[in-house]
């Protein structure tokens, strides 16, 4: 067989492999890069063959960081994201740790999906039955996360530590695992066109546009959701300005959207209907083909939206937290003999968001976990007294920001004011107590109605310190 066959083969071999989704959770260290200046490029030849830095998301390097009772270690990598690693632990809990070096060489945005393997292959039939795999940013961290610091941004490296503990079933056994450490591409642009939309007053084919539309929509059926489908799909291409496309893998692929106006959290904040409900949230839901996720199954992203202004229906439109990652059977849409996503019947992934100052909160957890479990879009936007107001509680940030509003010295300095409207702004969600001593998030206030006060008091108050070091 000459060099470039087998070259091929062994691609060929590794391509080949049926990889299934685990349990693994990540949280990450990177550093900021740029794109290596074509001068700077170091082509290798080997014959006929010539390559430099490929321009894909890859493993660039993997180091031994630290091990505990392991031996006959070894470990490979094999482009662009799978990981090969041999241990042979002598005794229970035995681990070893490497550090894993990414780089992403493109001009997209990625995020971690988790580690999948074929349990036919090598030995990963005991990854979670004799051998467990975490991956997290340093090996004494125990907080399983995936947040938005997830993201690997265009022209960056981060570092990933990948840990392999042998459990009791698989003492003292050589083992050898290949991993793959899988991304997909971010699909935020759509959700911020969206938010642009409900933003813009003036514009023919702005917020009142959609609005009149679901008006439309609502006297006649009694409909609140619309889609880029069937009849719905000629007002979608004048909303968005053509097919909805995100890109997977290098290609554009097309998505299908749907939009549900609907009071999700029984408040008064956000939308209402011509002669109907009041109070009505956005929801954007953006369903990935499973031919064309990075996962093999349908994938429906989803966005929630509010109004800024407390009881005022048309004010400025903010996102709700995060953009979530689900799962749905997709249904019949109407009668256009196209298929939507079941929105009844979306269920989020099982993961952790970021909320502000870098606390957390989780969705998707089975019953019984200490932290939140909400799962459908409706308790994602409705939820009220969560674990994560406690967090905020617990970090005195709303005391922070009292103190600094109420300091008289203060009063004219650069960025105070905003800071000062910001915290007033937020005053039906929270009680203050004791001259500022205590300041607490109210329990009935709803996900939907304090996020977007939260987000603004934080950057309000990072500009402060930007502006007064």
Same mark, same amino acid.
Request: glycine content about 8%.
């Given at each position: 067989?000459? !060099?470039?066959?087998?070259?091929?083969?062994?691609?060929?071999?590794?391509?080949?492999?049926?990889?299934?989704?685990?349990?693994?959770?990540?949280?990450?260290?990177?550093?900021? &890069?740029? *794109?290596?200046?074509?001068?700077?490029?170091?082509?290798?030849?080997?014959?006929?063959?010539?390559?430099?830095?490929?321009?894909?998301?890859?493993?660039?390097?993997?180091?031994?960081? +630290?091990?505990?009772?392991?031996?006959?270690?070894?470990?490979?990598?094999?482009?662009?994201?799978?990981?090969?690693? &041999?241990?042979? &632990?002598?005794?229970?809990?035995?681990?070893?740790?490497?550090?894993?070096?990414?780089? =992403?060489?493109?001009?997209?945005? $990625?995020?971690?999906?988790?580690?999948?393997?074929?349990?036919?292959?090598?030995?990963?039939?005991? %990854?979670?039955?004799?051998?467990?795999?975490?991956?997290?940013?340093?090996?004494?961290?125990?907080?399983?996360?995936?947040?938005?610091?997830?993201?690997?941004?265009?022209?960056?490296?981060?570092?990933?530590?990948?840990?392999?503990?042998?459990?009791? *079933? #698989?003492?003292?056994?050589?083992?050898?695992?290949?991993?793959?450490?899988?991304?997909?591409?971010?699909?935020?642009?759509?959700?911020?066109?969206?938010?642009?939309?409900?933003?813009?007053?003036?514009?023919? =084919?702005?917020?009142?546009?959609?609005?009149?539309?679901?008006?439309?929509?609502?006297?006649?059926?009694?409909?609140? *959701?619309?889609?880029?489908?069937?009849?719905?799909?000629?007002?979608?291409?004048?909303?968005?300005?053509?097919?909805?496309?995100?890109?997977?893998?290098?290609?554009?692929?097309?998505?299908?959207?749907?939009?549900?106006?609907?009071?999700?959290?029984?408040?008064?904040?956000?939308? #209402?209907?011509?002669?109907?409900?009041?109070?009505?949230?956005?929801?954007?839901?953006?369903?990935?083909?499973?031919?064309?996720?990075?996962? &093999?199954?349908?994938?429906?992203?989803?966005?929630?939206?509010?109004?800024?202004?407390?009881?005022?229906?048309?004010?400025?439109?903010?996102?709700?937290?995060?953009?979530?990652?689900?799962?749905?059977?997709?249904?019949?849409?109407?009668?256009?003999?196209?298929?939507?996503?079941?929105?009844?019947?979306?269920?989020?992934?099982?993961?952790?968001?970021?909320?502000?100052?870098?606390?957390?909160?989780?969705?998707?957890?089975?019953?019984?976990?200490?932290?939140?479990?909400?799962?459908?879009?409706?308790?994602?936007?409705? +939820?009220?007294?969560?674990?994560?107001?406690?967090?905020?509680?617990?970090?005195?940030?709303?005391?922070?920001?009292?103190?600094?509003?109420?300091?008289?010295?203060? $009063? =004219?300095?650069?960025?105070?004011?905003?800071?000062?409207?910001?915290?007033? =702004?937020?005053?039906?969600?929270?009680?203050?107590?004791?001259?500022?001593?205590?300041?607490?998030?109210?329990?009935?206030?709803?996900?939907?109605?304090?996020? !977007?006060?939260? %987000?603004?008091?934080?950057?309000? $108050?990072?500009?402060?310190?930007?502006?007064?070091?």
């Amino acid at each position: 067989m000459n !060099p470039m066959t087998a070259i091929k083969a062994i691609v060929a071999s590794v391509l080949s492999l049926s990889l299934c989704i685990t349990g693994v959770y990540a949280t990450w260290a990177y550093s900021e &890069g740029e *794109a290596i200046p074509d001068s700077d490029i170091i082509d290798v030849s080997l014959e006929e063959i010539t390559f430099g830095p490929p321009e894909i998301l890859h493993i660039s390097a993997v180091a031994l960081h +630290a091990t505990q009772n392991a031996h006959n270690l070894n470990v490979h990598f094999t482009h662009p994201t799978y990981l090969s690693a &041999g241990v042979n &632990g002598s005794r229970t809990y035995s681990t070893v740790t490497y550090k894993v070096t990414l780089w =992403n060489n493109t001009p997209m945005t $990625y995020w971690y999906l988790g580690a999948q393997w074929n349990d036919a292959s090598l030995n990963n039939a005991l %990854i979670g039955n004799g051998l467990t795999i975490i991956t997290k940013d340093v090996d004494t961290d125990t907080t399983p996360t995936f947040n938005t610091q997830d993201w690997i941004p265009p022209y960056t490296t981060r570092d990933i530590y990948v840990t392999y503990q042998i459990d009791a *079933a #698989a003492v003292n056994q050589d083992l050898l695992t290949l991993i793959n450490l899988r991304f997909g591409k971010k699909v935020g642009s759509v959700h911020d066109k969206f938010l642009a939309i409900l933003n813009d007053k003036e514009s023919d =084919n702005g917020y009142y546009y959609l609005a009149e539309y679901f008006d439309q929509r609502y006297k006649e059926d009694k409909s609140m *959701a619309i889609a880029n489908l069937g009849e719905d799909k000629a007002f979608f291409d004048r909303l968005f300005g053509g097919d909805l496309m995100i890109n997977m893998d290098g290609e554009d692929v097309p998505v299908t959207v749907m939009i549900r106006r609907e009071n999700m959290d029984a408040r008064t904040t956000g939308d #209402a209907y011509n002669n109907g409900p009041s109070g009505c949230e956005y929801v954007l839901y953006i369903t990935v083909n499973a031919e064309d996720s990075p996962t &093999g199954k349908a994938i429906t992203y989803i966005m929630g939206y509010s109004t800024g202004g407390v009881g005022s229906p048309y004010g400025t439109w903010y996102h709700l937290g995060q953009m979530y990652e689900g799962t749905a059977e997709p249904e019949l849409y109407r009668d256009s003999g196209e298929y939507a996503v079941d929105y009844e019947n979306w269920v989020a992934s099982k993961k952790d968001y970021s909320f502000i100052d870098g606390w957390t909160y989780k969705v998707g957890y089975e019953q019984g976990d200490q932290y939140d479990k909400y799962t459908t879009a409706e308790q994602l936007m409705s +939820a009220a007294d969560q674990d994560v107001f406690n967090d905020i509680d617990n970090s005195r940030f709303l005391q922070t920001i009292w103190k600094v509003v109420n300091n008289k010295n203060n $009063y =004219n300095k650069p960025g105070y004011e905003l800071l000062r409207v910001a915290f007033e =702004n937020a005053a039906p969600f929270y009680n203050v107590y004791n001259g500022g001593q205590e300041v607490k998030v109210k329990r009935n206030s709803t996900r939907s109605e304090i996020i !977007p006060y939260m %987000i603004a008091i934080q950057d309000a $108050y990072n500009y402060y310190l930007e502006v007064n070091p």
